[in-house]
């Protein structure tokens, strides 16, 4: 779900290419932490939205996972259907299909999203992170009109 803004408001910070060995050191003294990354545009509502999905996420991940443990029985009907009954074909066809979505696209984006989430809020206060996960997972806090 994406919403489209009149204006989008975004962060950008740069290396400067000239001291970006400089900027690397720093940055690796400092346990990877330093105020310069790559020079990226951050759309607030896109990060926003990722915040506010995660939850989501984490039941749709676990959900996935547990109907993959429900189609390994199913499949395993693909040896005993008739070569004649093409109906039962088509419908273990499906579900053999769909595990591979599952496993080769759905859980893969999923793990990705939840663990760059997680290890974003590792780099927090424990006040930040408190606040996110009031804020953003719970809910807590102003809505918008």
């Not at 545009?41 to 939850?55: G, N, R």
């Amino acid at each position: 779900m994406t919403i489209e803004m009149e204006s989008e408001q975004s962060t950008t910070k740069s290396i400067d290419c000239r001291n970006w060995r400089k900027t690397l050191g720093k940055h690796a003294q400092q346990g990877g932490i330093c105020d310069v990354a790559d020079p990226v545009s951050i759309p607030y509502e896109k990060v926003e939205s990722w915040l506010k999905s995660y939850k989501d996420w984490k039941a749709r991940l676990k959900y996935v996972q547990s109907e993959l443990t429900y189609i390994p029985e199913l499949t395993r009907t693909l040896d005993m259907v008739a070569a004649h009954s093409s109906r039962k074909q088509e419908t273990v066809l499906r579900t053999v299909i769909r595990r591979i979505q599952i496993t080769e696209h759905e859980i893969p984006l999923l793990l990705s999203r939840i663990g760059l989430i997680d290890y974003a809020l590792t780099a927090l206060t424990s006040e930040e992170g408190l606040f996110v996960r009031l804020r953003y997972f719970d809910n807590l806090g102003p809505q918008k009109p």
